[in-house]
């Protein structure tokens, strides 16, 4: 058995994973990175994301793509990847997680299909129109900490937000104390709350790590994710990243998030996509 990990962070200890034979892979889910009971899609991502870059020859998760088929619990897991091709300049391959019921039988939890490169050796041109988001100094942002009445501006029943050195944008936090502006906004300067800096893998986990949009539009309660793409751009420069996710359509009880993750060199590092539930109360 070999363990893959990088590092000696939280994050990385709790996404590190035992390679027990080629392709199959021992991992324990931490309740440190739950919603209420359920584990934070995006930390399973990054914890996909590990195995899966062991498993194929290039190291840098470009486009990762899951399906979230139940919702993860905090325990042992096995995760099962396979090579589906192999370049010159990029891999693919596929990997599925596992729990176990009661009765020993197996419940597949997400599945995934990845295409790894190097991120290092990709062209310096940039041609582009899109633009950081607008979001106040750091210090004037709102964290478990600090709110205008005195109160929380993150409320701190969730295990994850301990995990995370999350600031919101005070305009689009009005959910925290009550007063929901009623728009699919949510922005934020992000950090893991040990001091690691960010990189390819830790990006998996800032795209689905924010409070929903659904919050900030007056709805309440789990919002499960179904779907998520994430596309990895650049290796981020240490330092805060700035995250802007918006919602243009919930309908049917579904709605989308579109997530930019710029880093402190303003370069556009991640993007996303995700389709979630959203539960249509408040």
């Not at 950081?132 to 478990?144: D, K, M, Q, R, V």
């Not at 994850?160 to 305009?171: G, T, V």
């Not at 728009?183 to 950090?191: L, T, V």
């Not at 001091?195 to 924010?210: H, I, N, Q």
């Amino acid at each position: 058995m070999a363990l893959v990990t990088h590092g000696n962070s939280e994050f990385d200890r709790d996404t590190a994973v035992t390679r027990r034979a080629p392709g199959v892979y021992d991992a324990h889910l931490s309740a440190g990175w739950t919603i209420i009971r359920a584990v934070n899609g995006g930390y399973l991502l990054a914890l996909m994301g590990r195995a899966l870059g062991d498993a194929l020859p290039h190291a840098d998760p470009m486009s990762v793509t899951a399906h979230y088929l139940t919702a993860s619990v905090p325990g042992p897991a096995v995760i099962r990847t396979e090579v589906v091709r192999t370049g010159r300049t990029m891999s693919t391959g596929t990997a599925t997680l596992v729990q176990f019921a009661e009765d020993g039988s197996e419940v597949e939890r997400l599945r995934v299909l990845a295409a790894y490169g190097d991120l290092g050796a990709l062209s310096d041109d940039v041609r582009t129109t899109a633009k950081p988001p607008a979001i106040p100094p750091y210090e004037h942002c709102l964290g478990t900490d600090s709110a205008p009445d005195g109160r929380p501006a993150i409320p701190g029943s969730t295990a994850i937000a301990e995990r995370l050195a999350l600031r919101l944008d005070p305009a689009t936090a009005g959910w925290a104390v009550g007063a929901p502006s009623g728009k699919g906004e949510m922005r934020a300067w992000f950090g893991l709350a040990d001091g690691r800096e960010p990189d390819p893998l830790s990006l998996l986990l800032t795209v689905d790590a924010l409070p929903p949009t659904a919050f900030e539009m007056g709805l309440s309660g789990w919002v499960p994710t179904v779907e998520l793409t994430a596309h990895i751009r650049h290796r981020p420069a240490p330092g805060p990243l700035r995250v802007a996710i918006t919602t243009r359509n919930l309908a049917g009880g579904f709605l989308e998030e579109d997530a930019e993750v710029w880093d402190s060199e303003d370069r556009l590092v991640a993007q996303s996509r995700q389709l979630a539930r959203a539960v249509l109360q408040g």
